[in-house]
């Protein structure tokens, strides 16, 4: 049945107009991060980049998205963060196998098309990108009316890189004795945030983002939008000093470093070696969280685990301002793959 109104594509709750203006402005950000190796495609369906000079490339890509973060940074009005996070974790992903990143595509989805929220994400995006000098090659923003909420919308991205590849990082150098080397994260990054929002019920009391938290020195919400941290500028120059990495995302330490590991090796960590921040205790406080969930969900303090033999690992302790030793790969026993020491 027909309801009698004009049928048109904004009638619907989509506006061309507004999309077409925001293409001009994703295309002039997209440059920003644009080298010799961007190529005029001469059209927008698909982005075009050329490998270069490898001796025998192997392309690693990931994809992801910054998960329920989003609802923390929509009642923030903070959206930068998240188009640098969504850069970020993707990258650390693709490290984790010795690989450069080479270009970045995203995908933008909402109810209603927000030029504001839309700029935003795309400025931090490019920050991102520029951090790990990958370029912004394409994407896709969509208005979809009628499937999220009013001012909902969802985010994700897709990378790829290149390693050579007898330099790809598979675990399978590593040996019982190999030392563990723990960078920090920079707190909880992108990973939780459905368990976060339920313990300070954030949904129910979102003005609980704009008040102090203990132990903390700021508000709750400024410390959930601190952003994932950036491992490639920093670990890029030594991967031939490394075996194995593990980015330590949802599953925490004992669901992310058997996955750097070869078969019947195992790591053992030492409780107390790193400090794990705040946010950490704020939220075992306040939702009386199990430790063993904790480490299962959190990052708790490390965002990359390396597996070095000594020259390594001292190469790392050395180089890294804020690198620290935390255990050593041992041969399994039984089924655990990632033991717990206390010190």
Request: charged fraction near 20%; aromatic fraction near 8%; glycine fraction near 16%.
């Amino acid at each position: 049945m027909s309801t009698g109104e004009t049928g048109t594509y904004e009638a619907a709750g989509g506006s061309l107009d507004a999309m077409d203006g925001l293409k001009d402005r994703i295309k002039a950000f997209a440059a920003l991060t644009h080298g010799e190796e961007v190529l005029d495609g001469g059209g927008g369906f698909a982005g075009l980049f050329a490998l270069g000079e490898y001796t025998s490339p192997v392309l690693v890509a990931s994809t992801d998205g910054v998960g329920t973060k989003l609802k923390v940074a929509a009642q923030m009005g903070h959206f930068e963060g998240v188009g640098q996070d969504l850069v970020t974790l993707n990258v650390n992903d693709i490290l984790t196998k010795g690989a450069k990143p080479l270009f970045f595509l995203d995908y933008v989805s909402f109810t209603t098309f927000d030029e504001h929220r839309s700029e935003m994400l795309m400025r931090g995006m490019v920050w991102g990108c520029r951090e790990v000098g990958c370029a912004l090659i394409g994407g896709e923003t969509a208005q979809l009316p009628g499937v999220y909420g009013s001012s909902d919308f969802d985010l994700a991205g897709f990378v790829v890189g290149v390693v050579e590849r007898d330099s790809v990082l598979d675990g399978s150098a590593v040996v019982p004795g190999d030392r563990l080397i723990g960078v920090p994260s920079s707190g909880v990054h992108t990973n939780g945030f459905s368990l976060v929002r339920r313990v300070f019920d954030l949904d129910g009391d979102p003005q609980a983002l704009f008040r102090p938290c203990p132990g903390l020195g700021r508000n709750l919400g400024d410390e959930l939008m601190v952003r994932h941290r950036a491992y490639y500028p920093m670990l890029g120059p030594y991967l031939g000093k490394v075996k194995a990495l593990s980015h330590i995302t949802g599953g925490g330490l004992p669901g992310k470093m058997p996955a750097s590991l070869p078969s019947g090796i195992a790591a053992e960590i030492q409780m107390g070696s790193w400090n794990i921040p705040p946010i950490f205790d704020a939220i075992r406080n306040a939702g009386n969280v199990d430790i063993d969930e904790m480490y299962r969900v959190f990052n708790m303090g490390l965002g990359m685990v390396a597996v070095c033999d000594n020259d390594g690992a001292d190469a790392l302790l050395e180089g890294l301002d804020d690198a620290v030793e935390i255990g050593r790969v041992v041969e399994q026993q039984g089924q655990e793959r990632t033991i717990f020491r206390q010190g």
